[in-house]
C-alpha cells in the first residue's frame, strides 16, 4: 500500500532554513505529482508546493513564492521541500501528499527564536 | 486560483442528527471534490471523492452530492466518532484549494 513519510521538521530560528524530505513507497513515484500540505495550529490546509511527476513543473503558494522550492529525485522515491527565509508564520505541521487518500503523517516545523 | 468556501463554520448536533455541510467553488469545477474528515493530531482521512462517491471502507452514512460550483456534504445519523472538522477540496484546478472547514461537535 501506499506509504509517505516525512523527515527533517524541528525548530529553527527565523531567518534560517530547513530541509524536509518524504520517502514514497507502494507506488510508481515517478509517475505521480507530488504535494506538500501544511496546516498552521488549530488552522486549516494549504497547499505549499506541489511538483510534476517529472520535476518539470512546480507551483507554489503565494505566502512562500520565492523562499521555498520543491524538487524529486525519481531514482530515491523522494520529494523534498527546502525551505527559506522562515518566518514565524511557517511553524505548522508540513503533510506531503499524493493526493486523494494518500498523506503522510505530517511533521512539524516550528520557527522560532 | 479557486477559492473554496464552506458553511456552517462549526455545527453542534447530537448522536443520531442529520448533519449538513455545504462547500461552494469560485468556478466551475464539475466534480472534482473531495470530502475530507480530520481528527486532531492526524492527517485528513478521504471519505468522498469526485462529489458523491464513497471512499472504500467509508461508512455509508457519509454522503455527498453537486456539481460544478456548488456541493453538499452529509451524515445521515451523526455517531460520537465523527466529531471532527472536515474540509471540501477541488482538484479541477492543478492547485488544489481547500475550505476553510467546519468543526463538528456534540451538543
Known amino acids: 500500500q501506499v506509504q509517505l513519510v516525512e523527515s527533517g521538521g524541528g525548530v529553527v530560528q527565523p531567518g534560517r532554513s530547513l530541509t524536509l524530505s518524504c520517502a514514497a513507497s507502494?507506488?510508481?513515484?515517478?509517475?505521480?505529482?507530488m504535494h506538500w500540505v501544511r496546516q498552521v495550529p488549530g488552522k486549516g490546509l494549504e497547499l505549499v508546493a506541489l511538483?510534476?511527476?517529472?520535476?518539470?513543473?512546480?507551483e507554489y503558494a503565494d505566502s512562500v513564492k520565492g523562499r521555498f522550492t520543491i524538487s524529486r529525485d525519481n531514482s530515491k522515491n523522494t520529494v523534498y521541500l527546502q525551505m527559506n527565509r522562515l518566518r514565524a508564520e511557517d511553524t505548522a505541521v508540513y503533510y506531503c501528499?499524493?493526493?486523494?487518500?494518500?498523506w503522510g503523517q505530517g511533521t512539524l516545523v516550528t520557527v522560532s527564536s | 486560483d479557486i477559492q473554496m468556501t464552506q458553511s456552517p463554520s462549526s455545527l453542534s448536533a447530537s448522536v443520531g442528527d442529520r448533519v449538513t455541510i455545504t462547500c461552494q467553488a469560485s468556478q466551475d469545477i464539475r466534480n472534482s471534490l473531495n470530502w475530507y474528515q480530520q481528527k486532531p493530531g492526524r492527517a485528513p482521512k478521504l471519505l468522498i471523492y469526485d462529489a458523491s462517491n464513497l471512499e472504500t471502507g467509508v461508512p455509508s452514512r457519509f454522503s455527498g452530492s453537486g456539481s460544478g460550483t456548488d456541493f453538499t456534504f452529509t451524515i445521515s445519523s451523526l455517531q460520537p466518532e465523527d466529531i471532527a472538522t472536515y474540509y471540501c477540496q477541488q482538484y479541477a484546478h492543478i492547485f488544489l484549494t481547500f475550505g476553510p472547514g467546519t468543526r463538528l461537535d456534540l451538543k
Open positions: 501528499a499524493l493526493g486523494g487518500p494518500d
Open positions: 507502494g507506488f510508481r513515484f515517478s509517475k505521480f505529482a
Open positions: 511538483i510534476s511527476y517529472d520535476g518539470s513543473k512546480k
